[in-house]
Nanobody, 126 residues
Framework: QVQLVEFGGGLVQTGGSLRLSCAASGATISSYTMAWFRQAPGKEREFVITSRWSGSSTSSADSVKGRFTISRDNAVNTVYLQMNSLKPEDTGVYYC???????????????????WGQGTQVTVSS
């Protein structure tokens, strides 16, 4: 089973950028659908963006479209979340998630994923 560890969170000003990394171990991610979710204080965990195992196509939430991108480097077993033009509403704990293959079409739901990282805090100041 794959284990996930996130890196790269921190404090950034509005309009700034951050890149989060999700390092996987225990299995190669090339056959995994990978995703990022986030959770703000007092709110439910929400889908941010996903990279599907089949063809590595991506899909993102409307709130981050055009600002966030997901990429994967299978050679180093790592998934990245590049976040640009950050807004205060992007603040939250960001989680990396993984699911071995899976039936595509459900990958925006948290229950689709069975492996999660511990999360990394992102704070965007206004």
């Amino acid at each position: 089973q794959v284990q996930l560890v996130e890196f790269g969170g921190g404090l950034v000003q509005t309009g700034g950028s951050l890149r989060l990394s999700c390092a996987a171990s225990g299995a190669t991610i090339s056959s995994y659908t990978m995703a990022w979710f986030r959770q703000a204080p007092g709110k439910e965990r929400e889908f941010v963006i996903t990279s599907r195992w089949s063809g590595s196509s991506t899909s993102s939430a409307d709130s981050v479209k055009g600002r966030f991108t997901i990429s994967r480097d299978n050679a180093v077993n790592t998934v990245y979340l590049q976040m640009n033009s950050l807004k205060p509403e992007d603040t939250g704990v960001y989680y990396c998630a993984a699911r071995y293959r899976g039936v595509l079409g459900y990958e925006r739901g948290a229950t689709f994923y069975d492996r999660w990282g511990q999360g990394t805090q992102v704070t965007v100041s206004s």
